[in-house]
Nanobody, 113 residues
Framework: QVQLVESGGGTVQAGGSLRLSCAAS????????MYWYRQAPGKGREFVAN???????TYPDSVKGRFTISRDNAKNTVYLQMNSLKPDDTAIYYC???????WGQGTQVTVSP
């Protein structure tokens, strides 16, 4: 059974940084695209970053230049480095393995003013 487990969330002041991790078990994702999404209170799920197995990552304008997605295929882990965090970045962050339709349980990120 494939599982995704996110970690690294927490509370940080505006301007701070966090690094999220998403570890996959049960299946290698080395030849698959991986995504990060987030969902703020009262809002829908929003695309944050994707890591194709070939090619360059993409980001929405809301996080471009501040967030960086990376992957370690040997560890079957994808990361999201988040810098210059803003209160609007407060959300639950989810890892997604779209080829298998798998989501992680989410990790809470709270950015205080």
């Amino acid at each position: 059974q494939v599982q995704l487990v996110e970690s690294g969330g927490g509370t940080v002041q505006a301007g701070g940084s966090l690094r999220l991790s998403c570890a996959a078990s049960g299946r290698s994702f080395s030849r698959y695209e991986m995504y990060w999404y987030r969902q703020a209170p009262g809002k829908g799920r929003e695309f944050v970053a994707n890591s194709p197995w070939m090619g360059s990552p993409t980001y929405p304008d809301s996080v471009k230049g501040r967030f960086t997605i990376s992957r370690d295929n040997a560890k079957n882990t994808v990361y999201l480095q988040m810098n210059s965090l803003k209160p609007d970045d407060t959300a639950i962050y989810y890892c997604n393995f779209p080829a298998l339709g798998i989501w992680g349980q989410g990790t809470q990120v709270t950015v205080s003013p």
